[in-house]
T-cell receptor, first 116, second 117 residues
């Protein structure tokens, strides 16, 4: 049962271009949507995250766009650089106030390659 | 460096064997999560411990078990290993502030790569 669907599986973008990765979720109870970046041989690291009460969040060159009605969210990487080449995972989770953090449910990942 | 440590980095073993993976969370973090990353299944949640107690289970096989010790380090035990258990195993930790109304970031360790031959 895959609750978070991610596309594309792989993406090649020219240096300076915009990289766009899309995710869709099924569980409307999710209330926190992080994106993780993973380099080969390393564990995933939090890149940027958003709550469903806002439609967009921007941190530097990275922007999350969120569409609650469509149950979709996307990551945009502006001015993509070779150092951005990595695997990106979207995720979703929920926070239960008397229970704490829930598990992360991950998308299947997108391997991003930025070419010079 | 996330502050989460995992040992060993690599583990090669044979089918039917048992192994133990170890995770030390960031200082002050009470929660430890275990995830399995394989090529065909992606990153899958296995189990979550909070301050020594099991809090949630994912699709963890009965052959797998985990515990969190009083010093908050955690171990994941995998027994009767099969070829399909070959994967990267990550642990993550978070502060997990219950009642604070905050989502606390999960910090991932570098992983243990398990190869079952």
């Amino acid at each position: 049962q895959q609750q978070v669907k991610q596309s594309p599986q792989s993406l090649i973008v020219q240096k300076g271009g915009i990289s766009i990765i899309n995710c869709a979720y099924e569980n409307t109870a999710f209330d926190y949507f992080p994106w993780y970046q993973q380099f080969p041989g390393k564990g995933p690291a939090l890149l940027i995250a958003i709550r469903p009460d806002v439609s967009e969040k921007k941190e530097g060159r990275f922007t999350i766009s969120f569409n609650k009605s469509a149950k979709q969210f996307s990551l945009h990487i502006m001015d993509s650089q070779p150092g951005d080449s990595a695997t990106y995972f979207c995720a979703a989770t929920l926070f239960i106030s008397n229970f704490g953090n829930e598990k992360l449910t991950f998308g299947t990942g997108t391997r991003l390659t930025i070419i010079p | 460096d996330s502050g989460v440590t995992q040992t060993p980095k690599h583990l090669i073993t044979a089918t039917g064997q048992r192994v133990t993976l170890r995770c030390s969370p960031r200082s002050g973090d009470l929660s430890v999560y275990w995830y399995q990353q394989s090529l065909d299944q992606g990153l899958q949640f296995l189990i979550h411990y909070y301050n020594g107690e099991e809090r949630a289970k994912g699709n963890i096989l009965e052959r797998f078990s985990a515990q969190q010790f009083p010093d908050l380090h955690s171990e994941l035990n995998l027994s009767s290993l099969e070829l399909g258990d070959s994967a990267l195993y990550f642990c993550a930790s978070s502060v997990d502030t219950v009642g604070a109304g905050l989502y606390n970031e999960q910090f991932f360790g570098p992983g243990t790569r398990l190869t079952v031959l």
